[in-house]
């Protein structure tokens, strides 16, 4: 009888393990895509707010929304997010944030902000 090392069959393998482990972790993720919108939809309202402080996000929505103007986009992915600030006279505001971004989600078509 011979010696057969006791990892044999897995070193063996080991290419064929190696190749699958790089093909999953490869793969692109899509919730963090809509991680990274939502932080760009937080800065982009943030930032038209001139001297806001203490900047709160109470509510946020994503959906995919019909456009009817001369963009040239069908379907573009709005952001819908209820802010409270203290303004620069220190008075505690209330306002809705809207960002509409691109259908790939990776640009920022417009942004605006309204009154509750």
Known sequence: MTYK?????LL???PFLFLVVILLFSCESHGFDSDKRQIMAK????DKLHKATSFDITFFKEDTVQLTNDLGFKKVIRYTLNIQYLDSSRVFQKKKGIVLFTPDGKSIISSK????
Do not use: A, L
């Open 5 to 9: 090392p006791p990892f044999k069959d």
């Open 12 to 14: 063996g393998s080991f």
């Open 43 to 46: 800065d982009e309202i943030q």
């Open 113 to 116: 902000i309204t009154d509750d």
